[in-house]
């Protein structure tokens, strides 16, 4: 009779390949996690006089002050996010046709200011679009009918966002930079 039955081989050969893997996983881990082993300093100084082993001089570390001042540097640096209003603005103009606008908005602030206008915005989008839809519903028909005016009616958008939000140019804050419509549909 063998010693081994037909029914264990498989599971004996699958163990001794594990086992062997496992070693050589284990040994690889040992030897790249030991510390490196102490140099020659004999072996150093002829390298050195030869001009095959060059001594590196350590970087300068930044000290604390310097990292003060690189982080508050990177957090004042003015960044770009954007605001986009989930339902697009629909209101009748004097003339009686309807317009839809899907509008978002830009400001440019430092990281830590963006985040929190941002979030201000939002919260209070009830009333912005409340704002924009009454000033939509003051302008003329005609001052859709050119591409330039396109423009006038974002910088307006903007000003009548800013103005509620309190925000006047030349004050220091910055609210909305741009406006953008993203889509028109006149009808």
């Known amino acids: ?42 072996l150093e100084e002829r390298l050195k006089a030869t001009g095959l082993l060059t001594k590196k001089e350590p970087e300068p570390e930044l000290e604390i002050d310097d990292e003060k001042s690189l982080l508050e540097t990177t957090m004042s640096e003015p960044v770009h996010r954007y605001f986009t209003f989930p339902n697009p603005f629909l209101t009748n103009l004097q003339t009686g046709q309807t317009i839809t606008l899907e509008l978002a908005l830009l400001t440019t602030q430092p990281s830590n200011e963006a985040e929190s206008f941002i979030e201000a915005v939002s919260g209070f989008r009830p009333v912005l679009r409340s704002e924009i839809l009454a000033y939509l519903s003051t302008v003329p028909f005609n001052r859709f009918s050119h591409p330039k005016i396109r423009h006038e009616l974002e910088d307006e958008i903007r000003d009548t966002i800013n103005r509620y939000l309190m925000i006047i140019e030349g004050d220091g804050k910055s609210g909305v930079a741009d406006v953008y419509i993203q889509k028109m549909v006149l009808s």
């Open 1 to 42: 009779m063998a010693l081994l039955g037909p029914h264990l081989i498989v599971p004996a050969i699958t163990t001794g390949v594990v086992a062997v893997v496992s070693g050589i996983f284990y040994l690889g881990t040992v030897s790249l996690s030991s510390p490196p082993e102490a140099t020659d300093p004999i």
